[in-house]
């Protein structure tokens, strides 16, 4: 049984930085592309951020970029989500993903395997 579990969420004040991971049990690690999407009330789910099998490549979405990195650590099993500068946009819950798709930029539809989530909230 495949498991997806984030962790790190919590309410952090604007400017401040967070670091998510998740945990992943029930697969290869290295045979999925990983990746973090978020949802915010209201709206639709968005792409975050991915990382390759190997960690060698990542993407991530403009909404983030140059603030959050993502990387991978194939030994434990572990992918993570570094934020940094973060604003009240940014609040939303946080899904951790796993998806044997060889790209990085990922798709909603891309995806095998979801977390629960993790809440993330920034207040100003």
């Known amino acids: 049984q495949v498991q997806l579990v984030e962790s790190g969420g919590g309410s952090v004040q604007a400017g401040g930085s967070l670091r998510l991971s998740c945990a992943a049990s029930?697969?290869?690690?290295?045979?999925?592309?990983m990746g973090w999407f978020r949802q915010a009330p209201g709206k639709e789910r968005e792409f975050v951020a991915a990382?390759?099998?190997?960690?060698?490549?990542?993407s991530v979405g403009d909404s983030v970029k140059g603030r959050f990195t993502i990387s991978r650590a194939n030994a434990q099993n572990t992918v993570y989500l570094q934020m940094n500068s973060l604003n009240p946009e940014d609040t939303a819950v946080y899904y951790c993903?796993?998806?044997?798709?060889?790209?990085?930029?990922?798709?909603?539809?891309?995806?095998?395997?979801w977390g629960k989530g993790t809440l993330v909230t920034v207040s100003s």
């Open positions: 993903a796993g998806s044997k798709a060889y790209t990085v930029r990922l798709r909603a539809y891309d995806v095998d395997y």
């Open positions: 029930g697969l290869t690690f290295s045979d999925y592309t």
């Open positions: 990382i390759s099998r190997v960690g060698g490549i990542t």
